[in-house]
């Protein structure tokens, strides 16, 4: 039986992994590798910032998970683990759905002989008062579009209103 090595999380760290282990044991039949990803692409999260300024369109940027599986011998599953049942060496996905609610893959379980954790970091406000009430992070790529999303408008604004001469008031940290 195929040795399967189940990776969830699908960032620099785990998209890496399944890349190397796909080109070397994926393509020889020598280990069956799998990433879990809640999301159909990857974005490099250091190039968050400039997807937030504006100047990376993050479609230009994207590694489509399924097109990397493919080209590097593994598979990609889509899901976030809901469960994990070491005993039974089994992670749990919950289903995954649209922007409309309407299910694209179903809840399912994937049996693994190594499972390798690699669901990443996200934004340390390191309690600063304030921060997390009024501050936008940087995770995904969708709090760095909504970011740009928001200078813009109050560019707009700011150039529509008289008497501001233009001038938005940021802070970033």
Known sequence: MTHRIVIVGG????LELATRLGRTLGKRGKARVTLIDANLTHI????LHEVAAGSLNSSADELNYVAQAKWNHFE???GRMSDLERER???HLAASFDEHGVELVPARTLSY???VIAVGSTTNDFGTKGAAEHCIFLDTREQAER?????????MRAHASEGHHGTINMAIV
Do not use: E, I, N
Not at 11 to 14: I, L, T
Not at 147 to 155: G, I, M, N, T, V
């Open 147 to 155: 970011f740009h999303r928001q200078l813009l408008s109050r560019y």
């Open 89 to 91: 060496k089994c992670v």
């Open 113 to 115: 002989d190594t499972l």
């Open 44 to 47: 490099w999260k250091p190039l």
């Open 76 to 78: 990609f599953q889509m």
């Open 11 to 14: 960032g620099a760290g785990g």
